[in-house]
């Protein structure tokens, strides 16, 4: 008798509303009325949006043809991005010579995509770094194996756009941990310097460093000297962006209990030996979430230079929608650039989420 | 009696000095302050060679000189015959009005965003997600050029202004609408409203210590609530309700009449909001998620009703994690409001450059940019810390 009505109840079915599709719907979408209301909302929202945007970007558009295609349309003109890719990816950059950008910055990925995985990390990596930026730059520079030296002046597009944002934040990082560490010294002279220096640069915009580079640096060199104007902003670049850093990493100093400090002073670990074998490993793991904030907006803060009329991705792509002929693609300009910032940005942001992982050593 | 120590003739008594940390500390301080002089000095030196070379007239004189340039908006009357001192005021007023709307609009609508990303509806949880995602990735300057770009390309000729609803126009000019005529009784309602929070502000502190002293609660807010909707509505009906509005109208090739918000304001507030916005919303989500549910439960478990547990129990612990990132995100949507000058708002930095360009004052004129958003940042820090320590756990 029990066995039968075990087995029966065993063969009774759940409600279709929790299960399947149904189920799904049920719990996500709507298990309540305000969240149903949510969803009716949202959908119609969507709803009104969508079509018309799907219909400009999609049915109405014009993908290749020339710029008198784009006269009389509803849609978008795509066709700005093919037509004017040359001059937006490489800029000013001599003509027949943009294999050699292409190269370097193949290059530059593939050497950070080759570092993503911490097993590498050896000093062969370090190795491999100096050959393959030492490469880069002879194919930036060119003046070897018959390449025509290409002055940096003539440096635009996205090369500029990766290399401010590459070295920015290469230079930065050691510089911003070095002002974290003498924020946190015991000696008063350099504290209060690195603390000036790291509020005084906290409380003003990125642009202000860069006028300062482009309009005021000139001033202060001697007569006859003079810096490059890239260098110039990608200096402007790594101070700001050190600042930045030396706060997170100050955070990440501060988080280490004391306990740590004391082990290590009573092993006899001298200062320089306490910071890299105990403390910093340590601190440096638990602000990379802040660390990687910063590096993603020292990246999109590359683009500012356009103030300054250093021609970035951003400013080839204004130059190029300033041609009469293109005017009135700039929505479309500027979605394929967002794209574009996008894709690396959300690279380094899912990466740093899995390196996270990785390092997480609780239990 | 005697001491032995002191008299020994023993060499590791006296460590060198090099060994001697204090010392050794004092010599690095020594070496940097003489390094960053040296530097400080050299550029000073090299700079006034220059100076001098180029005979540029250092100083603030400029300032009292007229600055002939036009501002297209200005808070306080301005024209070209005003001086640049007068000039960079209005900068620095047009900074703030950009970065006070902003900071409201970015705490509304990135507090929606963040609790809409907690929602435990999908759809809606998903897309406050997206959206999070897209304005964090993309840079902010590049998303000003785009509605910059959607207000000039995308919006019809002042002629062919679109407009939605009676008094509302959209075209490459601006947003124009209609607002309610001048008459005496809005400015008496303004006073009315203050002095409606004034009071509010006194029967709370009153009610929470006759709450303090007896137990009984006070409904201080609802009360004030009911009164800054009711008296300023009496007020305008004490006036006669003035009903006439200022209604835009086309005059020759523009509007005339009405509000205009220009195209690069709206543009340069749009792409601050939205940008900043986002950051808010991830702060508010962590606020409110570093809250543990037993917090909430014991509060309900005490008798607290909702709106109680959200003003006793929850905000107050919440807030002491979104403030302080949410103050620097004010920050930087203020010092990024200095992007103005890439889409023509003519913000300080804006006015700064032209003056720069004007007079050829580059030191005085990047000095008077850092120095302007540097007391924007100390006084917001020297709140912070204020409110830290008012804020700050009192434990045992």
């Known amino acids: ?363 | 009696m005697n001491q032995p120590a002191a008299s020994s003739p023993l060499p590791s008594s006296a460590p060198p000095f090099w060994r001697d940390a204090g010392k050794r500390a004092l010599v690095f301080q020594a070496l940097a302050l003489v390094i960053v002089g040296g530097l400080g000095y050299y550029l000073f030196a090299n700079t006034q060679a220059n100076l001098e070379r180029q005979s540029i007239a250092t100083g603030f004189g400029f300032l009292k000189k007229e600055a002939s340039f036009e501002i297209s908006e200005s808070l306080i009357s301005y024209s070209a015959a005003d001086t640049y001192a007068r000039a960079l005021l209005v900068g620095v007023l047009n900074t703030l009005k950009v970065s006070f709307i902003g900071i409201i609009l970015t705490t509304i609508l990135g507090t929606i965003i963040g609790i809409a990303r907690l929602s435990s509806n999908w759809l809606v949880s998903r897309l406050a997600a997206s959206f999070i995602e897209l304005m964090q990735n993309i840079p902010v300057l590049l998303q000003l050029f785009f509605w910059y770009a959607i207000f000039y390309e995308a919006f019809p000729a002042p002629r062919q202004a679109l407009n939605p609803v009676k008094g509302l126009f959209l075209c490459n000019r601006g947003i124009i609408f209609a607002i309610p005529a001048a008459h005496p009784a809005y400015p008496a309602m303004g006073w009315v409203l203050l002095a409606v929070l004034v009071g509010g502000w006194l029967i709370n502190r009153w009610g929470r210590r006759r709450q303090e002293l007896t137990g009984k609660s006070f409904p201080a807010f609802r009360i004030t609530l009911l009164a800054a909707i009711l008296l300023p509505f009496l007020t305008w009906l004490f006036y006669g309700a003035p009903a006439a509005m200022n209604m835009p109208e086309m005059r020759g090739f523009n509007f005339r009449g009405g509000m205009t918000i220009s195209p690069e304001f709206s543009a340069l507030l749009l792409g601050l909001v939205l940008y900043t916005s986002a950051f808010v919303a991830e702060i508010v989500r962590a606020g409110i998620q570093s809250i543990s549910r037993g917090q909430i439960e014991a509060a309900m478990a005490l008798g607290l009703r909702p709106g109680q547990v959200l003003q006793l129990v929850i905000l107050p612990q919440a807030l002491r994690v979104i403030i302080p990132p949410l103050t620097s995100q004010m920050l930087n949507l203020t010092k990024n409001s200095s992007l103005a000058v890439a889409i023509g708002y003519t913000d300080f930095v804006a006015v700064a450059n032209t003056t720069i360009n004007q007079t050829g004052q580059a030191i005085e004129g990047v000095a008077m940019i850092m120095v302007v958003y540097l007391v924007f940042s100390l006084s917001t820090s020297l709140f912070m810390n204020w409110y830290n320590k008012r804020m700050a756990l009192v434990e045992r």
């Open chain 1, 1 to 363: 008798m029990s066995d039968l009505t075990i087995g029966r109840r065993a063969r009774l079915k759940p409600p279709v509303t929790d299960i399947g599709v149904l189920g799904w719907l049920h719990k996500n979408l709507f298990n309540t009325w305000y969240n149903s209301l949510l969803t009716i909302l949202a959908l119609a929202l969507l709803a009104a949006l969508a079509p018309p945007l799907i219909k400009w970007a999609f049915i109405d558009s014009v993908w290749y043809g020339p710029a008198s295609a784009c006269r009389n349309i509803d849609g978008a003109c795509w066709s700005v991005i093919p037509h004017n890719i040359r001059f937006i990816i490489f800029g000013f950059f001599p003509e027949g010579q943009e294999w050699r950008p292409t190269l370097a910055m193949l290059l530059l990925l593939s050497l950070v995509v080759y570092s993503r995985k911490r097993e590498r990390w050896h000093k062969s990596l370090a190795w491999f770094w100096l050959v393959g930026l030492t490469v880069m730059g002879g194919l930036m520079y060119g003046g070897i194996f018959g390449m025509p030296v290409v002055e940096t002046s003539q440096w635009s597009g996205l090369p500029l756009t990766l290399m401010l944002s590459f070295f920015g934040i290469v230079a930065a990082y050691p510089l911003g941990i070095l002002l974290a560490l003498g924020r946190r010294s015991r000696m008063p002279a350099i504290k209060s310097l690195c603390i000036v220096y790291i509020e005084m640069i906290r409380g003003v915009p990125l642009i202000s460093l860069l006028f300062m580079s482009s309009i005021m640096f000139p001033l202060f060199l001697p007569e006859g000297v003079s810096i490059d104007k890239v260098l110039r902003a990608q200096i402007a670049i790594i101070l700001f962006t050190a600042a930045y850093i030396a706060e997170v990493v100050r955070g990440g100093l501060q988080a280490m209990p004391r306990g740590q400090y004391e082990a290590a002073e009573s092993l006899g670990l001298s200062y320089n030996q306490t910071m890299r074998l105990i403390i910093l490993p340590q601190a440096l793991k638990i602000v990379i979430p802040p660390t990687v904030g910063i590096l993603l907006s020292a990246f999109k803060d590359t683009s500012l230079v356009v103030i300054i009329a250093l021609y970035d991705v951003l400013k080839t792509t204004k130059v190029t929608l300033s041609n009469p002929k293109w005017t009135g693609c700039s929505t479309e300009a500027y979605i394929f650039l967002a794209l574009l910032y996008f894709v690396f940005c959300y690279a380094m942001s899912s990466y740093s989420r899995r390196l996270e992982k990785e390092l997480d050593t609780s239990y």
